[in-house]
């Protein structure tokens, strides 16, 4: 069973976030455990610390959906997850101006 996930939110458009992972009567084995998060979680790496700690380092897309998260870790036949384990977060707003509304030259002039 998994029994912690640190950090257990990440934002939009977040690279290379660490996610340490707890667990309990598991047997996670480094080059052979694999992590999920679902869609617009690229799982970039798991670095396996002990057979029941590990480390994965995570990116979200942009455009990743908001809201909580399953979890799932996978070792061969062993598969363990933990419903609502991680929540996306919305992010930071990105104001663009367009071309056209943009002064050019002096103040007061479009």
């Known amino acids: 069973m998994i029994t912690s ?3 257990n ?3 939009q458009g ?3 976030l660490n996610v340490a992972i707890g667990g309990s009567f598991t047997n996670w084995v480094q080059g052979t455990t694999q992590v999920n998060l ?3 979680i690229t799982v970039n790496s798991v670095t396996v ?5 590990l480390t994965a380092n995570v990116s979200i897309a ?3 959906a908001a809201g909580a998260r399953n979890l799932t870790v996978t070792t061969g036949a062993e598969v363990v ?10 992010g930071t707003p990105v104001i663009t101006i367009p071309h056209k509304l ?7 002039r479009a």
């Open 5 to 7: 996930v640190n950090p």
């Open 9 to 11: 939110t990440g934002q």
């Open 14 to 16: 977040t690279n290379n």
């Open 38 to 40: 679902g869609a617009g």
């Open 49 to 53: 610390n002990s057979a029941t700690s």
């Open 62 to 64: 942009g455009n990743a």
């Open 81 to 90: 997850n933990l419903t609502n384990a991680f929540t996306v977060t919305a």
């Open 102 to 108: 943009r002064r050019n030259g002096p103040a007061g």
